[in-house]
């Protein structure tokens, strides 16, 4: 048994509870001072979260003998989010706009629920090769608490925002299967560029030229007319032989006819 635990250890490796990375959508009625920038700040400076837990709310019913407890609610506790501020306070600003938004502070009036709601809060999680593995997603949230953040002449560690989110449920899956190792995740990414080989007549790979002709460039020929372009290639290459043949040997020896191709073959 122990053998065995040890095994899939190292062959599955084990969780590590940080290396994680969290994406927030922007909630479509809250002002945000440049939003993308924002939204950035938000993926590279959480430093600490969870991943949501699950209760079911049961009710106890007796049809005949024992008693039994049956659900009829799911509850999903709150999740809460820490994340680093920077200089400029735009972290701090972010949480300020998105949760006074909720209720106005001059009128009191209360904002509608899908315009201070985010879509989706993602939560990814990566494996020790830096891989996303698995996804929790929250849906229809937004900032129920925002904690006070202390100031302290004596501190020495950096400022952060603690901000506790609500949210109506949330759904898990898996990315890959990582026990068949990275060629799978690889290929998957590969695809997402929108390269269909299995379509290599109708030039779905456009977007795969767009990628590669920005480190060098190629020849519109190559996406228009490959048969013609292999020609002209091999047209070239045995120019470049019988030029090679002539310089070395000028007098004594010519280039038959069917030498090149035989020798281009073997490659």
């Not at 040997?249 to 006819?257: G, R, T, Y």
Request: proline share 3%.
């Amino acid at each position: 048994m122990l053998s065995e635990f040890i095994t899939e250890v190292k062959t599955r490796g084990l969780a590590n509870p940080n290396k994680f990375m969290v994406t927030i959508s922007q909630p479509k009625g809250v002002n945000f001072n440049n939003a993308n920038d924002s939204l950035r700040l938000m993926r590279l400076f959480c430093d600490q979260t969870q991943l949501p837990d699950q209760n079911i709310s049961t009710a106890q019913v007796r049809t005949y003998g024992e008693v039994r407890e049956i659900p009829y609610e799911n509850l999903y506790g709150n999740v809460n989010f820490g994340f680093y501020c920077d200089s400029n306070f735009i972290v701090k600003e972010f949480f300020d706009n998105w949760i006074q938004s909720i209720s106005d502070p001059n009128t009191r009036h209360w904002n509608y629920y899908d315009n201070y709601t985010a879509p989706t809060i993602d939560i990814m999680m990566l494996n020790n090769e830096g891989r996303s593995v698995y996804l929790v997603s929250l849906y229809e949230c937004y900032p129920k608490q925002m904690q006070a953040v202390t100031l302290d002449y004596a501190a020495k560690e950096t400022l952060k925002v603690n901000v506790s989110m609500n949210y109506k449920y949330w759904r898990s899956s898996t990315i890959s299967d990582v026990t068949q190792g990275s060629i799978i995740q690889d290929n998957n990414r590969f695809n997402t560029l929108g390269s269909d080989f299995s379509k290599m007549d109708g030039f779905s790979t456009r977007s795969l030229f767009s990628q590669v002709n920005s480190a060098f460039e190629i020849p519109n020929e190559y996406f228009n007319d490959f048969g013609g372009y292999q020609d002209q290639i091999f047209g070239d290459a045995q120019n470049i032989f019988t030029g090679v043949g002539d310089s070395i040997f000028p007098d004594a020896l010519n280039f038959e006819e069917g030498v090149v191709e035989d020798f281009l073959g073997d490659f």
